[in-house]
């Protein structure tokens, strides 16, 4: 519900009437707290406003995307230069193979790349190219990661028939025993792990991946000839300059990557290893606009960035202030606020908040201080941002700690739990 009278509860009433539901997907304001805003109108470096003009310190960077700040000035400049000479034209420019190789140079495992647009084109392309590789069908896959919205791992069972889930068994993230039993459970038809490179899901508080995990399913991939394929679409780049599980020492056959690799301009990847070269060159996959040279250009400008300067010592630095800073204001309020995932990726959770009505009281309390946080979903930080940013957060926190901690015995259940849990 949008506050009344505002260009958002405009553009939201009239949004009911042309866009299904209101507005779709993760970026429906249904699954937020009442006051949080649908549309936005700008964004610049750490910043977003709101279409009301409300200025926020955003600890969201779009779901990801925002890694150098938006609209970095040097990284818009080379896609703006390369959409004036040629965009999406009848055939891709030189720079899907400067991209490729400046990839592939960055990333350990990889020998090859494969663009396209959006984190579930590189997933599904994944997903193909092992079963391509081992002619095989089954996927072992961990319970609750997400990995995009096609059919064969959207989230719902709305508009999808068992038939698009057939092959695949689940496992529970970062349990040995688990994986080993699913592996055991394929059989001979074995075609992919496809892992998280950490458990990062919605709802529950974030593991990293323990490296026992991590190996196993390097040794299950090795034993029967699948493929170790890691989804880093949402973590690449905030981890490792290379293969997020590059921090365990494994190394995956296939990685798919997306969101932030061209700070915001539409583009994901796969990078694969030799040995699934020829697989991936046996499938069929293309996208009218998968060829784009505009984002290419803001891509070569987003890895030149992540390969010269310290971006992600920065993100990590503020990350650790602001989760030390966060412990410290919540206990002296009281409160156990549980802080988990790398500390460029926080998720806050709340101890004894089984509905989610503290966290959705706190974040429309951050809200109100310029503060845009995520109840539910893991957040991002951005190396756009600096100490004074935190400070920022961190004050607004301890007053939207304090409020919480009074309002407590008052606070109105949220009745979207259930709409969420459907
Ligand atoms: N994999 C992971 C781990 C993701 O977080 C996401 C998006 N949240 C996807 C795949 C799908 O990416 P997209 O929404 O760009 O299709």
């Known amino acids: 519900m949008a506050r009344r009278n505002s260009r958002d509860a405009e553009l939201r009433a009239r949004a009911e009437a042309v866009i299904p539901g209101g507005m779709y997907g993760h970026q429906s304001a249904r699954l937020l707290p009442d006051d949080y805003p649908q549309f936005f109108s700008r964004a610049k470096g750490t910043r977003l406003w709101d279409a009301d003009g409300a200025e926020l310190i955003d600890l969201m960077c779009a779901y990801g995307p925002n890694l150098m700040g938006y609209g970095d000035p040097q990284i818009d400049a080379a896609f703006v230069a390369q959409l004036a000479v040629g965009d999406t034209m009848t055939g891709p420019t030189g720079l899907i193979v400067e991209l490729a190789e400046a990839m592939t140079a960055m990333v350990g495992h990889a ?112 034993d029967t000839g699948a493929l170790l394929i890691v989804d880093d679409v949402r973590a690449g780049l905030r981890i490792a300059r290379d293969c997020s599980w590059s921090v365990v020492g494994v190394e995956p056959d296939l990685s798919t990557w997306g969101k932030c690799l061209a700070n915001g ?25 998968w060829f784009q040279a505009a984002p290419m250009a803001a891509a070569l400008a987003t890895i030149r960035r992540v390969r010269e300067t ?17 412990a410290e204001r919540a206990a002296g309020h009281g409160l156990e606020l ?80 259930a709409f969420l849990a459907a």
């Open 111 to 222: 020998a090859w790349a494969i663009f396209c647009k959006n984190g579930t084109d590189a997933t599904t392309i994944a997903l193909m190219t092992a079963r391509a590789h081992t002619r095989r069908r089954t996927v072992v896959r961990a319970k609750g990661a997400y990995h995009g919205a096609a059919p064969w791992c959207n989230a719902r069972s709305a508009g999808t028939i068992p038939e698009d889930k057939s092959h695949q068994i689940l496992c529970d993230y970062n349990d040995v025993a688990s994986l080993e039993e699913a592996v055991a459970k394929a059989g001979d038809d074995l075609a992919a792990v496809f892992a998280a490179p950490l458990k990062h899901d919605a709802f529950i508080d974030q593991e990293q991946p323990l490296a026992a995990y991590a190996r196993r399913a390097r040794e299950l991939c090795d």
């Open 265 to 289: 301009h539409a583009l994901s990847a796969v990078l694969g290893s030799e040995k699934a070269r020829r697989a991936a060159a046996a499938i069929f996959t293309t996208g009218s606009f």
């Open 310 to 326: 310290n971006y992600l010592e920065t993100m990590q630095t503020l990350g650790l202030q602001l989760r030390e800073g966060l």
């Open 338 to 417: 549980r802080q988990t995932g790398p500390v460029t990726m926080p998720l806050f959770l709340f101890d004894e908040d089984p509905d989610m009505r503290k966290g959705f009281f706190f974040g429309a309390e951050m809200l109100k201080r310029g503060v845009y946080v995520h109840p539910w979903h893991n957040m991002f930080l951005n190396a756009a941002m600096t100490k004074s940013d935190i400070d920022l957060v961190l004050a607004a926190a301890d007053a939207s700690f304090a409020a919480l901690a009074t309002a407590r015995p008052t606070l109105a259940p949220v009745e979207k739990m």
